[in-house]
C-alpha cells in the first residue's frame, strides 16, 4: 500500500472513530506502528489529526465521543486482558455497580462464573451479558435509553440509585488523567456515573492505554475518588503513558496492569492473581465483613426493593 493511500486510510479511521490507537491503525493498514506514527506525524502536520498519547484523535483538544459500533472494534484485545485482570477482583457474594461501556461489557461477561453476586447497572449490554448467568442476580436502573452506547440514563436512573450503597463501583470512561481523574464525552452519562460513584465504597477504573492523557468535557470520577485502576501495557515507546501512570499512581491510584510482572507505585499485581482491594477510602460508610451490602436502612430497603422490581 503506498504512502497516500495508507494515510487516507488512517484518516478516515480517525474521523470515524474520534480517537484510534497505533496498535489498532498498524493492524488495519497492515504494516508496523513505526511507519503509521510517520504517517500520523504527517498528518498532524497537515492539520488533519492530532497525535495523542499512543494514537491518534481529531484535531481540537477534545476528542468527541464514537458510537457503540465504533468503540467495540477498537483495542479489542487489550479491553479483554482488562477485563480478565478485573474479574479478578470480584468476591463471591458481593454486590456491585457496572456502568456502561464496551470494556465493562467484557468484564460482565466473566462476571458470570462469580456465584452469589449481585449486579446493578444502567447497560443493557451488562444485563445482557449477565442474563443468562444462573446465580447472579441483576438489578436495572431505570432511565431513558440512549441508543447510542445502551445505556440508561436522566434523572430516573440517578434516583433510582439514591440510598443504594455496595462495595465497588467499575467505571469506564473516554479519557483518563492524573490531574483531572476520569472523564467522558456526554453530559448524561456522565452525570450517571457520579452516581454510581456515590453508591460504592471503592471505585474502579477500566482504561486501556489509550485514553490515559485524554482529557473530555464532562468529569465524573476526580482522581482522588479512584481507588485502583485497571489497565494494559502501554507500548515501549509511549513514554507520555508511563508519566501518566506514574503521576496517578503518586496521588494514591493503585494500579493494575493486565500483562505486566508489576505496576507504578511500588504494588506487584500478577495478571493471573487476585489483587487485595484496599479498605475503603474516605468518607465511605465501612462494609460488614463477608458482604457486599452495607446493612441498609429502612427507607434504602425500600428503595432497593423498587429497584429490584423494575
Known amino acids: 500500500m503506498f504512502a497516500a493511500e495508507r494515510r487516507q486510510l488512517i484518516l478516515e479511521m480517525v474521523r470515524a472513530n474520534g480517537a484510534v490507537s497505533l496498535r489498532e491503525l498498524a493492524r488495519v493498514v497492515q504494516t508496523s506502528e513505526v511507519t503509521v506514527r510517520r504517517d500520523v506525524r504527517a498528518l498532524e502536520a497537515e492539520g488533519l489529526l492530532d ?3 499512543g494514537g491518534a484523535v481529531l484535531p481540537g483538544g477534545f476528542t468527541r ?39 465493562t461489557q467484557e468484564l460482565a461477561r466473566r ?3 462469580v456465584p452469589g453476586l449481585t449486579v446493578v447497572t444502567n447497560s443493557l449490554l451488562v444485563a445482557q451479558a449477565l442474563a443468562h448467568a444462573n446465580r447472579v442476580e441483576v438489578v436495572m436502573t431505570g432511565g431513558t435509553l440512549r441508543g447510542s452506547n445502551y ?17 465497588k463501583a467499575f467505571l469506564s470512561g473516554s479519557g483518563l488523567t492524573a490531574e483531572r481523574g476520569l472523564s467522558t464525552s456526554n453530559m448524561l452519562s456522565a452525570s450517571v456515573d457520579r452516581a454510581l460513584v456515590q ?13 490515559l492523557g485524554t482529557d473530555t468535557m464532562f468529569q465524573t470520577v ?8 485497571v489497565t494494559d501495557e502501554p507500548p515501549g515507546h509511549d513514554d507520555r503513558s508511563a508519566t501518566e501512570l506514574q503521576a496517578l499512581a503518586d496521588q494514591g491510584v493503585q494500579i493494575a496492569v493486565a500483562g505486566a510482572s508489576g505496576n507504578p507505585g511500588g504494588e506487584q499485581v500478577p495478571a493471573t492473581r487476585r489483587a487485595p482491594l484496599p479498605g475503603p477510602r474516605r468518607g465511605h460508610v ?12 429502612g427507607a434504602e430497603r425500600g428503595r432497593v426493593a423498587d429497584l429490584r422490581r423494575r
Request: aromatic residues 2%; without cysteine; hydrophobic residues 45%.
Open 65 to 103: 465521543e464514537s458510537g457503540f459500533p465504533q468503540k467495540s472494534h477498537l483495542a479489542t484485545a487489550e479491553k479483554t486482558a482488562i477485563a480478565d485482570l478485573a474479574a479478578g477482583l470480584v468476591e463471591e457474594g458481593e454486590a456491585i455497580v457496572v456502568g456502561a461501556g464496551t470494556t
Open 222 to 229: 476526580p482522581t482522588d475518588l479512584i481507588t485502583r485502576l
Open 286 to 297: 465501612p462494609l460488614r465483613s463477608g458482604a457486599g451490602l452495607v446493612e441498609p436502612t
Open 51 to 53: 497525535r495523542r498519547h
Open 151 to 167: 445505556a440508561l440514563v436522566g434523572s430516573g436512573a440517578e434516583q433510582s440509585l439514591q440510598g443504594l450503597r455496595v462495595s
Open 111 to 113: 462476571l458470570a462464573r
Open 199 to 211: 453508591a460504592a465504597a471503592e471505585v474502579v477504573v477500566l482504561a486501556d492505554h489509550t485514553k
